[in-house]
């Protein structure tokens, strides 16, 4: 029976060391896949140019990959500035080249905006656009701008920046960017398009994972890095760029519904169509490591085409209310199904509280307390347990050379003093899916980013600078181990001594909210435990 509860115990450890081997996996480089050939969805999907590259002997942008969608020196560029963004549109292509975030700062270097549409500096991440056919403009043509900086002056609700590019009818094509005070949506429209032609939109994007992938060790999973494509009748589909790679990508190509996105570790850029309007999505490689995925519009009778392209971090709140599923771009991996309201939970205590850190540490205490039945006759166990150890100490003694004899004896006495052995257990087992989803959550949402609690714990998503909280979580469960009963086999006992220490190494690691979440139920356990333990032996005493 001893045997079966270190078991139980070490299926604990094995996960927390699978969250380890997933995080050293994580911390090598990984080599882009390549392929000869590139897979294309549909007849419309295969009319849709490939992106620009520098023409023979032209001087790309600094940093570019070579190869890539990179914009030639020499093309206009406007600089627009709005509460949420610093962004870049070229006129080569009309293409979104740069994406800042103003209000959420860069992984590496806080004083620096996170950038998440790139031309070559770290990543290519464009987004593109165009009319398909025959002299129509499209992300390979120059197109005509107001180059400089364009600005969202105070007072102002919305800033619009025209593109026009001559067509082949002999008359001119406009597009045009339109973004919104306090909004990551930005509206992408093209007039003096000939009805019955389309439009195309899309994301062209390199294969490397963001950047702060470093800091995840998911069950052996990173964070979902790709396009993904959500319709009612399919629901929400992520695929590989390696799938793309072999022409085994599998999504919906044809509706009157959904969206298609470019997904990434706290960020996403989406195409929004309007409801009801018919489109084909479509996904290819484009380049060495470069991808495209994108959907085609058809042209209304007036010629114009518009869409939505939302581009900025995952908020699950806002995203649910801007389309259908677009919230389940938050990777939450395979416990979904637990993360999902565990994060509600902690977003309802956050309202109340204002500071994850504290919302942390409630819900711990609420789940602590949903639990507190099953915990409190598990330590009931486990103190029965600890009054017992002196008589199994002894029978080990007296039957210590024939183990079916002293199993028999074991048993009888657990029989006779009604306990369960397996019963201390419990706790362990019902808390690992619950302390993985929590993990899921504290990596996979952008509201931990970044997110203070106090001192010197400037941000709960990454390990603890300082090791402070590791180090009070292994003196906790130290404790612990000192009110569980001592296991008469004195190889059990140094393994549950030692444990303590393995776990404080390998939460060195973890994020600090995780640390918080453990060590702060370490610390309710304790005092439950020591409470019931103590009155379990006042009345073996009576």
Not at 104 to 125: R, V
Not at 144 to 160: N, P, R, T, Y
Not at 257 to 286: C, D, I, S
Request: proline letters at 6%.
């Amino acid at each position: 029976m001893d045997n079966r509860r270190l078991i139980l115990l070490l299926v604990f450890s094995f996960s927390l060391i699978m969250l380890w081997d997933a995080w050293q996996k994580q911390s090598q480089p990984k080599l882009a896949p390549t392929a000869k050939t590139a897979p294309t969805a549909g007849a419309a999907a295969g009319a849709v140019p490939t992106p620009t590259l520098p023409p023979a002997g032209s001087a790309a942008v600094p940093g570019a990959v070579p190869g890539s969608a990179a914009v030639v020196a020499g093309a206009a560029t406007a600089k627009i500035r709005t509460d949420l963004y610093v962004a870049e549109i070229s006129s080569l292509g009309g293409d979104i080249t740069r994406l800042e975030l103003v209000r959420h700062p860069e992984t590496e270097d806080k004083s620096k905006n996170f950038l998440l549409f790139d031309n070559g500096g770290k990543h290519i991440y464009l987004g593109q656009s165009g009319v398909i056919g025959e002299g129509m403009p499209n992300h390979k043509t120059e197109w005509k701008l107001v180059a400089g900086e364009h600005v969202l002056k105070d007072g102002e609700q919305k800033l619009e920046v025209r593109l026009e590019a001559p067509a082949a009818n002999g008359g001119k094509v406009a597009k045009t960017y339109v973004f919104q005070r306090g909004s990551y949506q930005i509206e992408v429209r093209h007039d003096g398009v000939a009805p019955g032609a389309h439009a195309y939109y899309q994301i062209t994007r390199d294969g490397k994972p963001a950047e702060g992938q470093n800091n995840s060790m998911m069950m052996g999973v990173v964070t979902f890095t790709g396009p993904a494509v959500f319709t009612d009748a399919e629901k929400f589909q992520k695929v590989e760029f390696a799938d793309i790679l072999k022409n085994k990508a599998k999504f919906a190509q044809k509706a009157d519904n959904g969206w298609l996105a470019m997904v990434q570790h706290y960020f996403v850029a989406a195409w929004l169509p309007a409801a009801g309007t018919q489109r084909e999505y479509f996904m290819r490689k484009v380049g060495e490591d470069l991808y495209s995925a994108g959907v085609i519009l058809p042209v209304g009778a007036d010629g114009k085409s518009t869409i939505s392209l939302y581009a900025g971090p995952q908020e699950q709140d806002k995203l649910e209310k801007i389309a259908p599923g677009l919230d389940l771009v938050v990777d939450y991996g395979w416990l979904t199904v637990i993360a999902a309201p565990l994060f509600w939970v902690l977003g309802a205590i956050y309202k109340l509280v204002g500071n994850w850190g504290w919302a942390i540490i409630g819900l711990t205490m609420l789940l602590k307390g949903i639990f507190f039945p099953l915990s409190a006759a598990s330590y009931k166990s486990m103190a029965k347990m600890r009054v017992l150890t002196p008589k199994l100490m002894k029978l080990k003694e007296t039957y210590g050379d024939d183990k079916q004899r002293l199993n028999q004896e074991m048993m009888a006495l657990y029989k006779k003093e009604k306990v369960n052995p397996l019963g201390g257990c419990l706790p362990v087992l019902v808390q690992i899916p619950v302390f993985i989803a929590l993990y899921w959550v504290l990596l996979g949402t952008v509201e931990m980013r970044n997110a203070p609690w106090l001192g010197w714990i400037t941000d709960l998503s990454v390990k603890d600078p300082y090791y402070v909280l590791p180090l009070i979580m292994g003196a906790t469960m130290f404790i612990q181990t000192k009110l569980n009963p001592t296991p008469p086999d004195p190889i059990q006992a140094k393994v549950m001594l030692y444990m303590p220490i393995m776990f404080t190494v390998m939460f060195l690691w973890f994020p600090a909210g995780l640390v918080l979440y453990w060590t702060v139920n370490n610390i309710l356990s304790i005092a439950q435990q020591w409470q019931i333990t103590r009155m379990v032996e006042a009345g073996e005493k009576k």
